[in-house]
């Protein structure tokens, strides 16, 4: 199946919404965006366990993808330093996802940044789908 073809569900997904929701487009410029270590719950309420760093990258990626800020500058940055001690599933899920930032940053305005842009999207859907087989779905 060429790659182009794989890509147009990755497409439908982010356009159904009605806007491209990994470049932020639908948030309101008055509005800043949310910090990259914005998660719903604060450090506070939850007690320290051996979880945490992975529900904090989960928890920060799940509001990421909600916000639609994955594409603003320090988000994934904020995900990779959160799971920095994360279990290793989670660890590496979040490198995929600073790999494939770090392409569509440097495919920003060439002819194949959509191609890079996706590549975030889908590396986002992997890395929401090991937060949840972690049992690491959402924090708060």
């Not at 800043?32 to 904090?56: D, I, Q, R």
């Not at 928890?59 to 001690?85: E, F, H, K, Y």
């Not at 494939?100 to 996706?118: H, K, L, N, R």
């Amino acid at each position: 199946m060429p790659r182009s073809s794989l890509l147009v569900p990755v497409y439908a997904l982010i356009l159904l919404g009605g806007c491209p929701v990994l470049l932020g487009a639908c948030t309101d410029d008055a509005t800043p965006p949310p910090s990259a270590a914005s998660v719903t719950g604060s450090p506070a309420e939850a007690p320290v366990t051996e979880e945490t760093p992975g529900l904090l990258a989960c928890g920060t990626l799940s509001t990421a993808v909600t916000d639609g800020t994955l594409m603003t500058p320090g988000v994934v940055d904020g995900i990779v330093r959160a799971s920095a001690t994360a279990d290793a599933p989670v660890a590496d899920a979040a490198q995929r996802l600073a790999a494939a930032y770090a392409s569509a940053v440097a495919a920003s305005g060439m002819e194949s940044e959509p191609d890079a842009v996706a590549a975030v999207s889908a590396a986002a859907a992997d890395m929401t789908g090991v937060c949840d087989d972690s049992g690491l779905e959402r924090v708060g």
